[in-house]
């Protein structure tokens, strides 16, 4: 089935005037479309999905030789075709990701905790679970988190319970202001798109807008801690951005693998 | 009654080998004997106290001539008699005290709670704050205090419920080594001065050493933040001073004033 008349607009839209980081952009299509165990997706497929996010054939074939080197994705060949599907690793990365990128409510927020560090044990502790992302730094030797405190051997001072108050310069913190307008950009970019979708949508163009709305809102999940809606400015569209995704995957059912191969070989 | 053969054996435990500042002295006495509105110790009667106590007339008169430029007492003459007494101020201040001076338990330490500042205006209300009392400093911008979070007007970062850890190097903060072992000297020396107490001691005797008693553990209790016992070193035994002053004092029931005065002028 060929693009509608809106498709290509609606894909523009999602784009926000940039070509995706391509490496970043197949992770984000193996994740929404070839996730399970066994499925892989064909170069061809792969080419044609890039090409409809304005991604030029070199610049795929050198995203995916850099993800098999990384250990991302493996490789079959099976006559004339390649086949691509994600590694153990790739898979394992992409499993743990997934129910932060879809899921339809933010980070619970009834439970917090606060650390604090009072010697250098203390900060290697606290340095190590800042890593793991789901803090708020609120001071060089403190951290709060959402859930109950970790048990961290006694080294830290830990207090767990509700949060009386949670300030403007810590939220400001948590969420600067690019990534805010970035969130805004987002929201209004997926809820326009949801608006100019045809009734109907192919396979390929189901799983190019899928790819692209996916891939904007998991590249901003990346660089915002997984807290609750509570712990970000009150500027912050988190939640009207699930929202609007939400409801445009709706409209796009993910498209059977076989279907996308039949159309891109077709 | 003259005092016992045991009495100043007694009195020379809870001296613990030095004479009280007398001015802090009288304020313990005046809180464990005469706190009450319109209550009055006569100059004989506090002579007779302070002697008891190793301290001079002259340093007596000192610290009361001090105390009433302070405005902690106002006295009257009647007659040949000066009376002291609590001034309103005095009063309040010593009713404030005296929760937590004869208190039987230690401060309840279920809840707790954290606050961190992240300005100068979260920061000066800390210092506020922590002039209270009844917080550990757990950083430069960072305490820790039992009981809900104060509503401090969404400035500071407010998290309150269980305490899950606090940390060895917080509670040595608490509580120095020094304050640790004057809390154990003064448990041995009211558990020892306990059991020389004689069947049964005047109305003089059982004032002086009931404020000796008192002496010592408000002292303590001024330099110690009013947190939980949780809050302290393991080696804190606050605890068992606390067991061993209220013992002491059931042993030694409060003079009549009456009493008092009689003794001395007789």
Not at 99 to 116: K, S
Not at 125 to 139: F, I, K, S, W
Request: glycine residues 12%; contains cysteine; hydrophobic residues 45%.
């Amino acid at each position: 089935m060929p693009s509608g008349p809106h498709t290509p607009h609606a894909i523009d839209l999602l784009l926000m005037g940039e070509t995706p980081r391509v490496w970043s952009f197949v992770v984000s299509l193996f994740g929404d479309l070839a996730q399970g165990p066994g499925e892989s997706l064909s170069g061809v497929v792969l080419t044609r999905l890039a090409a409809g996010a304005g991604v030029k054939p070199e610049a795929m074939r050198v995203a995916l030789h850099r993800l098999k080197r990384d250990g991302w994705l493996v490789s079959e060949r099976a006559g004339r075709l390649s086949h691509y599907r994600l590694s153990e690793t790739g898979r394992a990365q992409s499993a743990a990701a997934t129910p932060r990128i879809y899921a339809t409510e933010g980070v619970p927020g009834g439970l917090w905790h606060v650390l604090v560090a009072g010697d250098a044990a203390g900060a290697a502790v606290l340095t190590d679970l800042a890593a793991e992302g789901a803090y708020m730094q609120a001071g060089p030797m403190v951290l709060a988190g959402p859930g109950p405190a970790p048990d961290t051997g006694g080294v830290l001072l830990a207090v767990e319970g509700q949060a009386a108050a949670l300030p403007d310069w810590l939220r400001d913190l948590v969420c600067p202001p690019d990534l805010v307008a970035a969130c805004a950009r987002l929201t209004a970019a997926l809820t326009a798109a949801e608006a100019l979708l045809p009734g109907e949508t192919g396979p390929l163009d189901r799983a190019i807008l899928r790819g692209l709305a996916v891939h904007g809102w998991r590249r901003l999940l990346l660089r915002t801690p997984a807290l609750p809606d509570a712990a970000f400015p009150d500027s912050w569209q988190g939640p009207a951005a699930r929202a609007a995704l939400a409801r445009l995957l709706a409209r796009l059912p993910r498209p059977d693998l076989g279907e996308v191969e039949a159309e891109a070989l077709g």
